[in-house]
T-cell receptor, first 110, second 115 residues
C-alpha cells in the first residue's frame, strides 16, 4: 500500500463548476499537508498548506484536512480554464521530506 | 518567500557526457535541498536529499556514483548526471526548505535529453 493515494484522473469539469480533489494517507506521523499545482513542463507551485486538521481558505481554494480519517481535500470554486493543470497533494512529518501523491490531471472545459 | 531557481532549464547532450544542474534558493538559506526526477504524466520521484556541508542521502535504487550531488553552500546545490545515457532523459526538479518552513519551494525544473 502506498503511503499516499491520489486518484490520477483525468478529471474534466465545465468552467464555473466546483472541483473536489482528494488524497488519503496511511502514515499517522504526517503533520503538514500541502497542495501543489503543476503546469506541463514546469515545476510544482505551492497552492495551500495546512497544519493538522481543519480548513484553510485562500480565494477560490479551500483545503481541508481530516486527520481522524487520514483524508485531505482541495476544493476549487468557480473553476477557470487557467486552473487546468496537474494537482499534487504532498505531506510530511517532523522532517522536511515530502511524500507526494501521484497527481490528478484536471481539465476545465470552457 | 521560498523562491528557488534552476539552471539550465533544458539541456541536450550526447550519450556518455556529464551534465551539471544547479539549484539555488534565492530569498532564504536552504538547510536541505531535494532532487526529484519526473517522467511524463507521472509524479515526482525523490532521488536524494542533500544537507549543506554533508553527504547526500540517496533513495533506494538511485545510483550515487551516477547522480553526484554537492550542497556546497546554504543557497546552492548541484546535481551532476555522469556518463549520461538516453534512459537518463527526464525532467529533474529540485526543492529547498529550511527547518522551520513546513512547505518547500520548487525550482522550475530542468529537462534533460540524452541523445
Amino acid at each position: 500500500q502506498k503511503e499516499v493515494e491520489q486518484d490520477p484522473g483525468p478529471l474534466s469539469v465545465p468552467e464555473g463548476a466546483i472541483v473536489s480533489l482528494n488524497c488519503t494517507y496511511s502514515n499517522s506521523a504526517f503533520q503538514y499537508f500541502m497542495w501543489y499545482r503543476q503546469y506541463s513542463r514546469k515545476g510544482p507551485e505551492l497552492l495551500m498548506y495546512t497544519y493538522s486538521s481543519g480548513n484553510k481558505e485562500d480565494g477560490r481554494f479551500t483545503a481541508q484536512v481530516d486527520k481522524s480519517s487520514k483524508y485531505i481535500s482541495l476544493f476549487i470554486r468557480d473553476s477557470q480554464p487557467s486552473d487546468s493543470a496537474t494537482y499534487l497533494c504532498a505531506m510530511r512529518g517532523g522532517n522536511e521530506k515530502l511524500t507526494f501523491g501521484t497527481g490528478t490531471r484536471l481539465t476545465i472545459i470552457p | 518567500g521560498a523562491v528557488v531557481s534552476q539552471h539550465p532549464s533544458w539541456v541536450i547532450c550526447k550519450s556518455g557526457t556529464s551534465v551539471k544542474i544547479e539549484c539555488r534558493s534565492l530569498d532564504f538559506q536552504a538547510t536541505t535541498m531535494f532532487w526529484y526526477r519526473q517522467f511524463p504524466k507521472q509524479s515526482l520521484m525523490l532521488m536524494a536529499t542533500s544537507n549543506e556541508g554533508s553527504k547526500a542521502t540517496y533513495e533506494q535504487g538511485v545510483e550515487k556514483d551516477k547522480f553526484l550531488i554537492n550542497h556546497a553552500s546554504l543557497t546552492l546545490s548541484t546535481l551532476t548526471v555522469t556518463s549520461a545515457h538516453p534512459e537518463d532523459s527526464s525532467f529533474y526538479i529540485c526543492s529547498a526548505g529550511e527547518t522551520r518552513q513546513p512547505s518547500l519551494g520548487f525550482g522550475p525544473g530542468t529537462r534533460l535529453t540524452v541523445l
